[in-house]
């Protein structure tokens, strides 16, 4: 699944502003107005390398070649090509309320989740390197198909029983290190596009839906830190797993080998931070606990 927490990392959005002073000391009316605005102004000031495009932007067609646009959540939209529409990318895991909103024209997104910005440059620099990979692979795999010479040795002519023992395996290693080619530049690109996909974030996501905890949501950290959010029920059901009280919680985690980064926070939920092997750990101790 696409890493969209990565994506927004550090980008402004619209709960936060709405917290602020400024905002909360205006008529009630007017606050959703003014954060929106606030909003738009922190996330030009802060990534002026990056387009944003407020509510008033809605009456303009989208922006030619955009494919993508991260709304006043964080969250990202995709475009669906050829049909003018925008949808929801939903992010890693159970968490409530998202990926929800049907398919939006442009001047529909603006509307209702401006301010839109679009994603950071890595992302599609990133993305045009995986593409090429894979153009590059099925290139090749097309001539290997069609029986396009390889190395002076014909992929596609009729392995034959008699064949000369020298031939065979001169051609059989040819086409094993074409075939190895590929796969490394595809495997080389994958490694590379660490802002489209985030294994350790999409794998312990799964563990958690999977082991039961449907109101948690794994992602990353402002620091860069594998950051659980686990609600009050999902907290007392992990410390059930650890065997443990709610409290211990933390220290049960660094008995079995999960370093903690941060401990919990605020009244109505529990966040733990971890590191990328503590989070690749929890994701092992939940699947165990499932199986």
């Known amino acids: 699944m696409l890493n969209t927490t990565r994506l927004s990392d550090r980008l402004p959005t619209l709960e936060e502003a709405a917290q602020y002073r400024v905002v909360l000391v205006l008529p009630p009316d007017q606050r959703e107005v003014a954060a929106r605005a606030l909003v738009a102004q922190q996330r030009r000031e802060q990534f002026p390398s990056r387009r944003t495009w407020e509510a008033k932007d809605s009456l303009l067609p989208a922006p030619e070649g955009l494919i993508a646009a991260l709304d006043n959540k964080g969250d990202l ?12 990318v939903p992010r890693p895991g159970p968490a409530l309320g998202q990926g929800t909103s049907g398919p939006l024209l442009w001047s529909q997104l603006l509307r209702e989740y401006a301010p839109a910005t679009e994603p950071p440059g890595e992302w599609a620099q990133q993305r045009a390197v995986v593409m090429d990979a894979l153009r590059s692979a099925h290139v090749e795999l097309d001539r290997l198909v069609t029986g396009t010479v390889v190395g002076g040795i014909g992929t596609g002519t009729m392995v034959m029983a008699d064949e000369d023992d ?30 489209l996909h985030d294994e350790v974030i999409t794998e312990l996501a799964r563990a958690l839906s999977d082991a039961g905890l449907s109101e948690s949501r794994a992602s990353r950290g402002p620091n860069g830190e594998v950051s659980v959010l686990l609600s009050p029920a999902d907290a007392d059901l992990l410390a059930e797993m650890m065997a443990v009280s709610a409290t211990l919680l933390p220290m049960s985690l660094r008995h079995v080998g999960v370093k903690a980064l941060g401990g919990f926070s605020g009244p109505q939920h529990t966040t733990v931070h971890f590191t990328d092997d503590g989070g690749g750990l929890l994701t092992k101790l939940l699947r165990g606990h499932r199986s």
């Open 166 to 195: 020298d031939d065979l395996l001169d051609r059989a290693k040819r086409l094993a290190d074409c075939l190895s080619g590929v796969a490394d530049r595809l495997h080389a690109a994958v490694d590379a596009a660490e802002i």
């Open 77 to 88: 939209w995709r475009s669906v090509p050829g049909t003018g529409e925008w949808r929801e």
